[in-house]
């Protein structure tokens, strides 16, 4: 809509207007829709369009004036500023100008640039020209072995090269395993709720059903596994995103369950390197190899644009997960293979992993003790990962918070927000911190925006 300009479809829900106005346009800027520089409406045919008083308008542009949104002059009307989408039309993508706070990365500045860089080219010069080929479905040998040892020392899975797929971060891995899934009878994944809604939408790809497992302070809860579920997909080191651990008990409960109904349990180990208080809890997979199928991914140590992350598959889901890459025809570069492999060997991977362990555990403690001086909330779930959940109200206090967190400069996930429970109903509400992203000059002006944001917010336990 808008007479005068572009054609602007703003989708203003419920609530006070302006406050609805700004909500919407920012989010048309954050997902790109409207790129720098365009030229809004002006606020008279905009307020006509809407059907509100126009003064609501100039309320709204004004806001978003002030916040850096949009910048106006005289006579050249109401534009959007240079706020440039890195990854225009990307939603996970990040906002120039704005610090992200959201789960999902690592602080990519501190990727390992000259080790990369050096493992390319030693691994390519030492290649013959065969390994350029298309190789091995499964991944290149080299890596294949690498991964092995590391997974079997670090997170102590039971595993030989033989059972490990090399796969495009863990989105592919489970796009994969869920259509080998199928092949291997399951027509249901129960998934953590609340739990990645992106993961419930590949599994929904492969042409299979989720249905929702609940989570307890004590992680998922095999009580509550559907009669119909085939197989689980957990976060058993640290979930996903309440950040608890899975209690042994229930451990073995999800492997009885698994023999009893001949179902599978996908382990996702996103984030299982970073533990901050005592050593990691060790892989699930190394107390059934043959139910349950161990996932790695680079995403987290390294960085996400490698795109490369691993599985270790039970013998009979070997042949039905060869077929389901052969057909999305996805497979890894080989010579980002090479390069990981390297890495591994060399032990350069387990020192970056020392020393990033190192930075985000002093930004999780950071993080605590100023929430301790606003709260006697705590954070939920154990010092792990490069996230933390903090819990809230209700999802009116999340959005409140999320919306102040832009006008503050910056982005934050809220688990209602960012569609984490299974039904749209939702349950409970809270923000989850993605504390590992910003790089290190922009962490504490971050961290003193965000205590500002949540003074006087509404925190309760879950
Ligand atoms: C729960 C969970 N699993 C897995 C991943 C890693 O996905 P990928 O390897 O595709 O980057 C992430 C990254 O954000 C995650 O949050």
């Not at 998922?220 to 608890?244: F, K, M």
């Amino acid at each position: 809509m808008g007479k005068l300009g572009i054609d602007l479809h703003l989708d203003v829900g419920g609530g006070p207007r302006a406050r609805s106005i700004e909500a919407a346009l920012r989010e048309a800027v954050t997902t790109g829709r409207l790129p720098a520089g365009t030229c809004l409406p002006g606020t008279r045919g905009l307020a006509d369009d809407l059907g509100i008083a126009r003064g609501t308008v100039v309320a709204a542009y004004a806001q978003l004036v002030a916040e850096g949104w949009l910048v106006s002059a005289t006579g050249s009307g109401t534009r959007v500023a240079d706020v440039t989408l890195p990854h225009a039309g990307a939603p996970h993508g990040p906002v120039r100008g704005v610090v992200d706070l959201r789960p999902g990365r690592p602080d990519l500045s501190l990727f390992p640039h000259g080790q990369w860089s050096a493992a390319v080219k030693r691994t390519l010069a030492a290649a013959d020209a065969g390994s350029m080929d298309y190789g091995d479905p499964a991944g290149t040998r080299v890596l294949r072995e690498a991964v092995a040892t590391y997974v079997s020392r670090a997170r102590g899975v039971r595993a030989e090269a033989g059972a490990v797929v090399i796969t495009s971060g863990f989105t592919h891995a489970l796009a994969v395993l869920s259509r080998a899934l199928r092949e291997a009878g399951a027509h249901t994944i129960a998934t953590e709720d609340p739990g990645l809604a992106h993961h419930r939408q590949l599994i929904h790809g492969a042409g299979l059903r989720t249905a929702p497992l609940p989570v307890g302070p004590d992680g998922a809860d095999p009580a509550g596994i559907p009669a119909r579920a085939g197989a689980v997909l957990l976060t058993p080191a640290h979930q996903h995103p309440r950040g608890v651990v899975l209690s042994r008990e229930a451990r073995t409960a999800f492997l009885a369950w698994a023999n009893e109904r001949d179902g599978f349990v996908v382990e996702d180990d996103y984030d299982g390197e970073f533990r901050y208080d005592r050593h990691a809890v060790g892989a699930l997979q190394a107390l059934d190899p043959d139910r349950v199928v161990f996932a790695g991914s680079t995403s987290k140590a390294l960085a996400p644009g490698l795109r490369l992350g691993w599985l270790v598959v039970p013998p009979r889901l070997r042949i039905p997960v060869l077929d389901a890459l052969a057909a999305t025809g996805a497979s890894a570069g080989v010579p980002g293979q090479l390069a990981l492999a390297d890495l591994l060997d060399r032990g350069d991977y387990d020192r970056h992993v020392r020393r990033t362990r190192q930075l985000y555990r002093k930004r999780r403690t950071e993080l605590a003790t100023r929430l301790a001086e606003l709260t006697d909330v705590p954070l939920d779930g154990v010092p792990a990962g490069l996230h933390a959940l903090l819990p809230l109200a209700s999802a009116r206090e999340e959005r409140r918070l999320v919306d102040a967190g832009l006008g503050a400069g910056l982005q934050l996930a809220g688990v209602h927000a960012a569609g984490y429970w299974h039904s749209a109903r939702g349950g409970k509400a809270g923000l989850i911190v993605g504390y590992a992203t910003p790089p290190r000059h922009a962490w504490r002006p971050a961290l003193d925006a965000l205590t500002g944001v949540l003074s006087g917010a509404a925190i309760t336990p879950w």
